[in-house]
């Protein structure tokens, strides 16, 4: 089941996101990593290459 906030997307704009460069910054303990691995794992199982990396200064 779909998430209320996305159930306004069509399969056409989140299949055209995944195949976009996304990166994620911001404060600490937000969500990144979990969105970023979700997007991933969504992308992976759709047939894309994904590629994660974790960066820190």
């Known amino acids: 089941m779909k998430s209320d906030a996305c ?3 069509s399969d ?3 299949n ?4 976009e460069n ?3 910054y911001g404060t ?3 969500g990144k ?3 970023a691995t979700a997007i991933g794992i ?3 199982s759709k047939g894309y ?3 994660f990396i974790s960066y820190h200064e």
């Open 7 to 9: 159930k306004h997307l």
């Open 49 to 51: 290459l994904t590629y």
């Open 22 to 24: 996304i990166l994620f």
């Open 16 to 19: 055209n996101f995944i195949k």
């Open 28 to 30: 600490l303990s937000v």
């Open 42 to 44: 969504e992308a992976t």
């Open 12 to 14: 056409d704009q989140i």
């Open 33 to 35: 990593t979990h969105l």
